[in-house]
């Protein structure tokens, strides 16, 4: 009994030591492992604090003009800067767009041709580029667009625009635009599009329709307000948009503006009568535009002034005249989710000549007084209903047209309506796809009004890099 018990109390020790070195080989791991931990913290403790400081970037205000234009070409800058020698460094943008159609009209070709606004507009036989869009029945290549963007250097930004059509091609824009000025001030020099109202800036393959409005057709022309000249714009710095321009340009436009004089000549006697060009820059603009929210709501709104002289000839008689354009616009646009959009637009236009009027007559020249004071609007609601879905109404109006010719009222008919519908499909933001509906009742020969009725297919197609189109 006595062995006994000696040999459990021996075992008992010994295995009372055994789990007593078990532990402290337990607390010698841990202690190792907490040690490991402190070295990691220290470590990175110390990286962080070697790390330089990174400043905090705020995004530029939208009332510095240069803050913005800084930020938005900083990469290209980059690309410019890294190696000057690298010739992709220096290729421009480019983008190539094609507009095609198929017309069908109640009026053949070559009376179409005929067909006049009176006291307002007749074609003009010198169109090429954009022009008289869809004007043929069957199928008409309207027009393809090639367009160049580049910077210069860190001070200039250069654009062109040249369209192509059957009869030949031209530069319709070519200008260079700051990109820095001090103050919230643009300034662009060259030939480009004038910011006069809401469309005329647009180019064709941007507007929500296949041809531009009746108000745009009779005071700007076919190709709408496109002058050399120089403009000059300043961002005010409000907490909502505030846009104010001024321009100076050449004035050649051949509906409202034209510097350059003209000749007459009596068909019967074959007498001639001069008048002289204008002094240029004949044409003086200025605008102001303003846009905010409400909401999921879109505003904007600008005022427009234009002021020249205007000579123009037909035939045996000629005008000259000084011209006062006034024109409204209004946008609103309803953002319903991330796709889907209302959109309600709308111009008005009203245009005030004073002047001479020169014509052969019984045998002789006879100069007489003329005052036009003209006025048209449209309006249009065009809403996207699915991605590639949009469709469209638009109403168009010559509301006002009197002319006064020696004094005297000149009968001239007025209340001249446009109305068309559209529905187009986008595959992509590259094509479209739209088909254009409507009947145009301002159109004249030989006094009688003759409506244009037409059903127009357009195709419209767009590779390269080409630049957002502005809101």
């Given at each position: 009994m006595r062995n006994t018990l000696l040999i459990l109390g021996i075992f008992s020790l010994s295995f009372a030591q055994e789990n007593l070195q078990e532990l402290r080989r337990q607390l010698e791991e841990q202690r190792?492992?907490?040690?490991?931990?402190?070295?990691?913290?220290?470590?990175?403790?110390?990286?962080?604090?070697?790390?330089?400081?990174?400043?905090?970037?705020?995004?530029?205000?939208?009332?510095?003009?240069?803050?913005?234009?800084?930020?938005?070409?900083?990469?290209?800058?980059?690309?410019?800067?890294?190696?000057?020698?690298?010739?992709?460094?220096?290729?421009?943008?480019?983008?190539?767009?094609?507009?095609?159609?198929?017309?069908?009209?109640?009026?053949?070709?070559?009376?179409?041709?005929?067909?006049?606004?009176?006291?307002?507009?007749?074609?003009?036989?010198?169109?090429?580029?954009?022009?008289?869009?869809?004007?043929?029945?069957g199928f008409n290549l309207n027009y393809g667009e090639l367009y160049l963007y580049a910077p210069v250097d860190p001070y200039f930004d250069l654009y062109a625009t040249i369209p192509f059509s059957e009869d030949g091609a031209k530069v319709e824009e070519a200008y260079a635009v700051t990109r820095g000025l001090p103050g919230g001030f643009q300034l662009k020099v060259g030939k480009f599009r004038s910011s006069f109202g809401r469309l005329n800036a647009q180019h064709p393959h941007a507007w929500d329709f296949a041809h531009q409005p009746l108000p745009n057709k009779v005071f700007l022309g076919d190709d709408g307000l496109v002058e050399k000249g120089i403009g000059i714009n300043w961002l005010a710095p409000t907490p909502f948009y505030l846009l104010l321009g001024a321009e100076v340009l050449q004035g050649e436009n051949e509906q409202s503006f034209g510097y350059k004089g003209f000749e007459i000549e009596d068909p019967n006697t074959h007498n001639t009568f001069k008048v002289e060009d204008k002094p240029v820059p004949n044409l003086y603009l200025g605008y102001v535009k303003t846009s905010f929210d409400l909401g999921n709501l879109s505003l904007l709104a600008g005022l427009s002034y234009a002021q020249g002289k205007h000579r123009?000839?037909?035939?045996?008689?000629?005008?000259?005249?000084?011209?006062?354009?006034?024109?409204?616009?209004?946008?609103?646009?309803?953002?319903?989710?991330?796709?889907?959009y209302i959109a309600l637009q709308g111009e008005y236009m009203f245009r005030d000549q004073d002047g001479t009027e020169y014509e052969f007559e019984n045998g002789g020249l006879e100069q007489k007084g003329v005052n036009k004071k003209q006025s048209g609007f449209y309006a249009q609601l065009v809403g996207r209903f699915h991605k590639q879905w949009r469709a469209g109404l638009r109403y168009e109006l010559i509301n006002k047209n009197d002319v006064k010719v020696g004094g005297n009222k000149v009968s001239t008919p007025d209340n001249l309506p446009a109305y068309y519908a559209m529905i187009e499909y986008s595959p992509t933001e590259f094509s479209r796809i739209r088909l254009q509906v409507g009947e145009n009742r301002a159109f004249y020969e030989n006094g009688k009004r003759k409506p244009v009725k037409e059903v127009i297919l357009q195709f419209n197609f767009a590779i390269g890099a080409h630049g957002a189109h502005p809101f």
């Open positions: 190792r492992l907490i040690r490991e931990l402190e070295k990691k913290i220290e470590t990175l403790e110390k990286s962080q604090q070697a790390k330089p400081e990174v400043k905090e970037t705020t995004r530029p205000s939208p009332a510095d003009r240069s803050l913005q234009l800084r930020s938005k070409f900083e990469d290209r800058l980059k690309a410019y800067q890294v190696s000057p020698f690298k010739q992709t460094a220096f290729l421009p943008d480019i983008s190539f767009i094609l507009d095609f159609s198929a017309v069908g009209r109640n009026r053949k070709d070559e009376e179409y041709k005929e067909l006049k606004i009176p006291r307002l507009w007749h074609r003009h036989d010198d169109e090429h580029g954009h022009g008289l869009l869809n004007e043929r029945r123009h000839a037909h035939d045996d008689h000629g005008l000259d005249a000084k011209t006062k354009l006034y024109g409204l616009d209004l946008t609103a646009r309803y953002q319903i989710d991330s796709v889907r």
